[in-house]
C-alpha cells in the first residue's frame, strides 16, 4: 500500500494510541477533578488490528497514551504483541518505534517488563521537581515519589531517551524553569516544557496563562546559557543543550510558535475513534467500521478518506478559534 499522505502533502507517519481515558491523577491544566472516564476502553485486540492496518499505511511510531494508559491490565502484553509488527518493507530488522507516555506513578515496576516486551521509550509527566508544588498541581498528596522512582527506573532499564514533560502554567509553576534545568543535568533526562494548550475540562485556558517559549529560554539563561540543537521539521519539540553539552531540554510550543505545517500525526482514542488534530472538532469512527464487519482493506480506505480531512492548522487564539471537541484526557496526548 502506498504511505498515507494528507491533501497538504504532509506523510503521516506516527501514531498516538490512547488504549484508556482514566486516570489516577487530576491535575488541574487537565482536569477539574470531578470527571471520571467518560469512554470506553477497547479490547487490545481491536486496537492491535488498527495499529496493524495503520502501519500497512506507514505508520512507523506509534505512541501509546491515555488517560494513563499504565492502568490497563495487559499493557505489557500489548506491547509484546506491537513489537511483532515491522514498517512497511516487511523487514524484521526494521521495529517498529514504540514508545508510551504516563503520569509515571506505576512506572517503577513495570519499566523493565515494559522494555523487555518492546517497548522504546517512556515520557514522563511530571510538573514540577518541588514534592508540594507537585502534589498542589496534580492533587495527588503522595505521588512526588512514586514519579521521581518511576522515571529512574526508565533510566535503569534503558527506555531512552527518557524524556520528563512539564506543562508550564503561570501561577502554579512557572517558577520551576530552572529546578528543571537542574533537574535535567543531575537525573540524566531531557526534560520538555510545554506551552499551556487550550484542552482543559474546566475551560478556563486563556492567552495570559501561557508560559511562551521565549519566557522559558530567557529564564533558563538565568541559570545556563543554551544552545539550540537542530530538529527534525516534524519533530515537536525545539531542542536546546547547555552550553557545558550536560543536559538537554526542549520546549514544545504550538501557542507562540506554531508546528502544524510539518504535523506527521494522527491520534486514535481509547473508544476506536481517528482524530486528525489535537484541536479537531469532529471524530472519525474507525472501530465502527470494524462492528460493521470491515475488511482490513475497507478499513485501510476510511483511514485514507480521514487523513484527507486532516486540519491544515490550529487556531488557538485566533477570534475564529473553536475548543476540541473532547478534552486532553479524553483524546490522549
Not at 504511505?3 to 506516527?14: E, Q, S, V, Y
Not at 543531575?186 to 516544557?193: D, P, T
Request: net charge neutral; charged share 25%; with cysteine.
Amino acid at each position: 500500500m502506498a504511505a498515507l499522505h494528507d491533501k497538504f502533502g504532509r506523510a503521516i507517519t506516527d501514531l498516538r494510541l490512547s488504549i484508556t481515558d482514566r486516570c489516577n491523577y487530576k491535575c488541574v491544566y487537565c482536569r477539574t477533578g470531578n470527571e471520571g472516564a467518560l469512554y470506553a476502553d477497547l479490547p487490545f485486540a481491536d486496537y492491535l488490528r488498527m495499529v496493524r492496518v495503520l502501519v500497512g499505511l506507514g505508520i512507523t511510531k506509534i505512541r501509546l497514551t491515555g488517560g494513563e494508559p499504565l492502568l490497563r491490565k495487559g499493557v505489557v502484553a500489548f506491547v509484546r504483541d506491537l513489537a511483532q509488527l515491522h514498517r512497511p518493507n516487511g523487514n524484521a530488522a526494521d521495529p517498529l518505534d514504540l514508545a508510551l507516555t504516563t503520569n509515571g506513578h506505576l512506572l517503577a515496576d513495570l519499566a523493565q517488563p515494559l522494555k523487555a516486551a518492546g517497548l522504546t521509550r517512556a515520557t514522563v509527566s511530571m510538573d514540577a521537581v518541588d514534592p508540594d508544588r507537585f502534589a498542589r498541581i496534580t492533587r495527588v498528596p503522595s505521588g512526588f515519589d512514586n514519579v521521581l522512582a518511576g522515571i529512574r527506573a526508565a533510566r535503569r532499564a534503558g527506555l531512552w531517551p527518557v524524556k520528563v514533560n512539564c506543562v508550564l502554567l503561570r501561577g502554579f509553576n512557572e517558577d520551576q524553569i530552572i529546578p528543571f534545568g537542574m533537574f535535567a543535568r543531575e537525573e540524566g533526562v531531557i526534560v520538555r516544557f510545554i506551552e499551556f494548550m487550550p484542552l482543559e475540562e474546566d475551560r478556563v485556558w486563556a492567552p495570559t496563562t501561557v508560559v511562551t517559549l521565549d519566557e522559558i529560554l530567557a529564564r533558563m539563561a538565568e541559570y545556563r546559557p543554551l544552545v539550540e540543537i537542530p530538529h527534525a521539521r516534524s519533530e515537536t519539540a525545539r531542542r536546546y543543550r547547555f552550553d557545558d553539552g550536560l543536559g538537554e531540554i526542549g520546549i514544545i510550543a504550538p501557542v507562540s510558535h506554531p508546528f502544524c505545517g510539518h504535523c506527521s500525526r494522527i491520534r486514535i482514542t481509547s473508544d476506536g475513534k481517528i482524530r486528525t488534530c489535537l484541536f479537531s472538532v469532529w471524530d472519525h469512527d474507525l472501530h465502527a467500521q470494524m462492528r460493521r464487519g470491515a475488511s482490513d482493506e475497507e478499513l485501510a480506505g476510511f483511514i485514507r478518506e480521514v487523513v484527507q480531512k486532516k486540519e491544515e492548522r490550529h487556531h488557538i487564539g485566533e477570534p475564529d478559534f473553536v475548543p476540541a471537541s473532547r478534552t486532553m484526557v479524553h483524546i490522549g496526548g
